[in-house]
């Protein structure tokens, strides 16, 4: 599979997330809501998780293995910076409320 289109809204509020990200596979496949957060040793991506009734996150799409997650992440991060760094590039700005994981 490969990543055809990666589309940033950027957060409008402070904090750790910098970021929600739809990502595109072949044309044909996107999961939305992926967050680039960022951490003690710099951004990185979390992939789109629900509540729990016994209040843990669970994913609700990730990778299976290190070299998908690396790819995707790579990509996102790129476009991240990319777009953060373009004034030509509209981002969507939104407030967004974040509830802490």
């Not at 951004?43 to 299976?64: N, Q, V, W, Y």
């Amino acid at each position: 599979m490969q990543i055809t289109d990666v589309r940033i809204r950027k957060i409008s509020a402070e904090g750790k997330m910098k970021a929600i990200v739809s990502v595109t596979f072949d044309n044909e496949f996107v999961i939305h809501d992926i967050k680039v957060i960022e951490g003690q040793n710099g951004l990185f991506i979390a992939m789109p998780s629900r509540k729990t009734p016994a209040g843990e996150f669970k994913d609700i799409a990730h990778p299976i293995n290190t070299d998908t997650r690396q790819k995707m992440q790579e990509a996102i991060l790129n476009e991240y910076e990319s777009a953060k760094n373009n004034a030509d590039y509209r981002i969507e700005e939104i407030a967004y409320e974040v509830e802490e994981q």
